[in-house]
Every structure is written in structure tokens, then in C-alpha cells.
């Protein structure tokens, strides 16, 4: 139980330091889509790297695992290039726990979709959500429209990528959910590799500047996700959920510190009064999140 919590930490820490990274690439470079493929395409390397250690003695038929596995990998890229987008015109302390409201779109998808009654506490988890993302739009200047309409295509696209990744992950029930968690990572991140390596034949050469603000972008975000599958196979995927949700939290703190620091080309400095609301506006969505999960 404690292994699978610090797990949880690891991811929540990680992700958060993957979007000051990523903030840092866009504010020197510009290109979204440069960072996206550069950055898969570390991460293809590695996944390549790894997979052979959880890979099954026999592999499942390749129509039980390709169609969730091309499924999960395009809507998490059209995720991330949303988060992307946002992160060019705002700082990932405001965004971060601003995913929080995925709560909300899965509502909406197991009610809609899959026509899966949605408890009352659930829907107090999206009122709730709904209010803190409010505090958090508002908490110093605003947050603009392009920005908000970006966060929420990121959540929509990374809500249907989870569901594709249960599905992958299921895919390999010959495996422990451990071994075919991490194993359902290697194969999703080889082939987003495979399409950051195709895209980057269509964009200007990168400079060596770009592969190396790439590269740590791309580390903290894959242990980012080994973090979480391990969590997720220690302590399973509800609770997983809930202390992911901290990321919100740990985004803020990181901004502070990288605002005291000097960094402002990076995260914008705000009053001392700003960085409290924003923490309890943060608290609050991991409450939400903690709710919705617990309401199933």
C-alpha cells in the first residue's frame, strides 16, 4: 500500500514537472508540434528499450490490441497537443489542475456512451469540480477564452484515451495488471514514436537546441506514466486517480518556487494571496476527483 501511494506521488510529481518543461520548450521554440514529436520520439526509444522485459511469452492476436491501441495513442496526442496549445498563452501552475475537470467529461461519457448511471455523489464531484475551476480561472488575471477551450479539449481527448487504455491494458489479460500496464505503455509510446518520426519529416530540420529541451520533457513524462501504471498496479486505478490528482497541487508549488527563482518567461509571479487560492482551488478539485472515484 505505501509502495503503490509513493508511486502515485512519483507520477503526480513527475507530470508536474513535465509541464514546466514543456512551458520552457514552447517559450524558447514556439512549436507545439515540434515538442510533441521530438519529445515521442524519445520516448519510442525508450519504450523500445523497455518493452522486451514485460512483452508476453505469446503475444495476442493483433486484432484484439491494435484497434485500442491506435485509439488510445491518437486521442492522447490530440490530448496533448491541446495541453500544448494552452501552455503557449498560460502558466501550467493555472492549467494543471484545471484537468481535474475530466471528471466532468466522463460523467458525461458513462452517462451518454455507455449509458452507465452516474451516482449522486458523483454528480456532487462535478458540481464541485466546476467550482474550483471557476477559482481557478479566476485566481490572478484571467484566464482567456482560447486558452479554457484548449484545456477543454485536452480533457475530452484524455478521457477517451483512458477508456482505449483499459481496453489495450485488457487486451494482454495473459499478464498481471502490473506487467501489462507497463507492457500497454511501451506499445502506446513506440507507436506515438513511430508518428512524431513521420511528422518531423514534414517540419524545418530541428536545431540540436530543441532535441535537448525536448529530452527532459520527455523523461519526467514517461516515469511520469511508469509511476502511475505502478501505482495503478499497486493500489489500483481508483485510488491511483486521487493521488494523480495532487499534480494539481505540486504544479502550483513548482510555479511559485520557479516564479521566486527569476524564471518568468516560465511561470509569471503572482502574490503570496494568489498562490493560497490557487492551492485551495486545487484542493478542491482533488476532492472532487476523490469524490467521483470513491462514487463508483
Not at 4 to 31: D, E, M, N, P, W
Not at 56 to 71: C, G, H, I
Not at 116 to 121: D, E, P, R
Not at 256 to 285: C, P, Q, T
Request: charged letters at 10%.
Amino acid at each position: 500500500m505505501v509502495t503503490g501511494i509513493l508511486l502515485g506521488f512519483g507520477a503526480a510529481a513527475c507530470q508536474s514537472l513535465s509541464y514546466v518543461f514543456s512551458k520552457r520548450f514552447t517559450a524558447k521554440h514556439g512549436s507545439v508540434l515540434a515538442l510533441l514529436s521530438l519529445s515521442h520520439v524519445f520516448m519510442g526509444v525508450f519504450s523500445l528499450a523497455l518493452a522486451p522485459f514485460y512483452q508476453p511469452a505469446e503475444m495476442p492476436l493483433l486484432s484484439a490490441y491494435a484497434p485500442p491501441l491506435v485509439l488510445c495513442a491518437l486521442f492522447y496526442l490530440a490530448g496533448q497537443l491541446s495541453l500544448f496549445m494552452a501552455m503557449k498563452t498560460a502558466d501550467a501552475s493555472r492549467l494543471s489542475p484545471l484537468l481535474g475537470l475530466k471528471v466532468l467529461f466522463l460523467a458525461l461519457f458513462y452517462g451518454l456512451i455507455l449509458k452507465t448511471a452516474t451516482s449522486g455523489l458523483q454528480w456532487a464531484a462535478v458540481a464541485l469540480s466546476v467550482v474550483a475551476a471557476f477559482l481557478l480561472s479566476g485566481g490572478g488575471a484571467r484566464l482567456n477564452s482560447k486558452s479554457l477551450l484548449w484545456i477543454l479539449s485536452a480533457c475530452v481527448n484524455f478521457c477517451a484515451s483512458d477508456y482505449y487504455i483499459r481496453e489495450l491494458v485488457s487486451a494482454f489479460s495473459g499478464l498481471d495488471l502490473f506487467h501489462a500496464s507497463i507492457f500497454s505503455v511501451c506499445l502506446s509510446y513506440l507507436f506515438c514514436g513511430l508518428l512524431g518520426a513521420v511528422v518531423l519529416l514534414f517540419l524545418p530540420r530541428p536545431a540540436p537546441a530543441m532535441w535537448r529541451h525536448a529530452l527532459p520533457f520527455s523523461l519526467a513524462w514517461f516515469a511520469a506514466m511508469l509511476f502511475l501504471y505502478g501505482c495503478f498496479g499497486s493500489i489500483g486505478v481508483v485510488y491511483g486517480n486521487i493521488i494523480q490528482s495532487t499534480r494539481g497541487i505540486i504544479s502550483i508549488l513548482f510555479g511559485a518556487i520557479i516564479a521566486k527563482a527569476g524564471y518568468h518567461h516560465i511561470e509569471r509571479h503572482v502574490e503570496k494571496s494568489v498562490v493560497i487560492g490557487r492551492v485551495l482551488a486545487a484542493l478542491l478539485m482533488s476532492a472532487a476527483i476523490a469524490l467521483f472515484n470513491l462514487g463508483h
